[in-house]
């Protein structure tokens, strides 16, 4: 009866729930990083892989597509982590961000996008053609997923692709967004990502917001403003450049 | 008061999503363009207009200042939600498409950064 109640309570409460679920992720994971790592590992870095592994684990359990959010009592984490609260978080440290660095670094920023969207786009339809695909539709698709998993299926429904191919390359898009949250504390000072200006460029050549939100969060938090508002555009780009330009060029070298 | 910077904030994320929204019906795709970059310059904008008359006071600064320390706790609940179980379970394909495309990115950022250092000597 007592655990049918908390039950109860946890789920009408969602986002409550959440809140303190993820505050004692956090009180753990900063203990972890403390005695495993001498600190060294940022607690918000082993927080995001937690959370990556508890949403595999949710993901297996139920099957659904949201993760650890999937289990009812832990709905609410979908709430807090969704894209109105990250985005309105994202904004929020803009505040007291440094206009001049954001004007300075404004034109690589811009370009930065653009080789981003074409850089990944030619890498993943490679990867495609290596694997076997030949038909334009499905390597352009592919390829789109790599760009992120926004920009896949919608290059994907744009040119007609099969469900199979359009859920590649969500699929590619995932493995991106997942691979920039937890690579990128680790090769941070390897890339130089430690002033605006780099990760501005960041920001653009990844592209994936919850990629670029996670790695940046676990990296230098004061970074966010400049790496977010170059991403922001990116996907913008990718589902203008993958379905035109980029398809025909797809095209034209598959003849 | 705490709610003027929380209202401040809610309003610059609402016309930046409306303005990216409209971008993109403008080039004819359906996403929000920019939304983000776009409220953060208004955002930017607003609080360094610098006359007296729409000044901050710090108790409504702070109305902004708790949704940016709530940043990385929204981010880990993000990473919470990710559809981890199908990356993972998507194949090869997508497996070596994602991690290529990081790994070159990753790759072109110290070249770019040197780039635009150079061009402002």
Redesign the interface.
């Known amino acids: 009866m007592i655990s049918g109640i908390i039950e109860e309570v946890l789920a009408n409460n969602a986002l409550l729930t959440a809140f303190a679920f993820v505050g004692l992720l956090s009180l753990s994971t900063n203990k972890l990083s403390d005695v495993l790592t001498k600190g060294r590992v940022h607690g918000s870095a082993v927080a995001i892989a937690l959370g990556l592994v508890l949403a595999y684990v949710g993901g297996a359990l139920t099957g659904g597509t949201k993760g650890l959010a999937d289990i009812p009592i832990f709905a609410g984490v979908a709430f807090m982590g969704g894209a109105m609260l990250r985005d309105f978080a994202i904004v929020s440290t803009a505040f007291g961000a440094d206009l001049s660095a954001l004007k300075k670094a404004g034109l690589v920023g811009s370009l930065s996008i653009v080789i981003g969207v074409v850089l990944s786009f030619v890498v993943g339809a490679a990867v495609a053609v290596a694997f076997g695909y030949t038909d334009p539709v499905s390597v352009a698709t592919i390829g789109a997923g790599a760009a992120t998993y926004i920009v896949g299926p919608v290059t994907g429904t744009a040119l007609g692709a099969s469900s199979e191919v359009i859920a590649l390359s969500v699929a590619a898009g995932l493995i991106k967004s997942v691979t920039v949250m937890i690579g990128t504390p680790f090769v941070a000072k390897w890339i130089g990502l430690n002033n605006p200006t780099s990760a501005m460029i960041y920001g653009g050549l990844m592209g994936t917001t919850s990629g670029v939100a996670g790695g940046l969060a676990a990296t230098d938090p004061k970074l966010v403003p400049y790496g977010a508002m170059t991403a922001t555009f990116y996907t913008g780009v990718g589902c203008l450049l993958a379905p035109s330009i980029l398809f025909i060029l797809v095209r034209f070298i598959l003849g | 008061m705490v709610i003027y910077g929380v209202a401040l904030?809610?309003f610059?994320?609402l016309v930046?999503?409306a303005s990216?929204k409209l971008?993109?019906v403008l080039?004819g795709?359906?996403?929000?363009?920019?939304?983000?970059?776009i409220?953060?310059?208004l955002?930017?904008f607003l609080?360094?207009i610098g006359s007296e008359r729409f000044k901050l006071k710090p108790i409504s600064?702070s109305g902004?200042?708790f949704?940016?320390a709530?940043?990385?706790?929204?981010?880990?609940?993000?990473?919470?939600?990710?559809?981890?179980?199908?990356?993972?379970?998507?194949?090869?394909?997508?497996?070596?498409?994602?991690?290529?495309?990081?790994i070159?990115?990753?790759?072109?950022?110290?070249v770019?950064?040197r780039?635009?250092?150079r061009?402002?000597d």
Do not use: H
């Not at chain 2, 179980?85 to 994602?98: D, E, H, K, P, Q």
């Open positions: 904030l809610a610059c994320m930046g999503t990216g971008i993109g080039i795709i359906d996403a929000n363009v920019g939304g983000v970059g409220a953060m310059l955002l930017l609080t360094n600064e902004i200042a949704w940016t709530m940043y990385i706790p929204i981010v880990v609940a993000m990473a919470a939600k990710q559809d981890v179980y199908s990356a993972i379970n998507g194949g090869m394909v997508a497996l070596v498409a994602g991690l290529l495309a990081v070159v990115s990753f790759a072109l950022i110290p770019l950064t780039m635009s250092s061009s402002d």
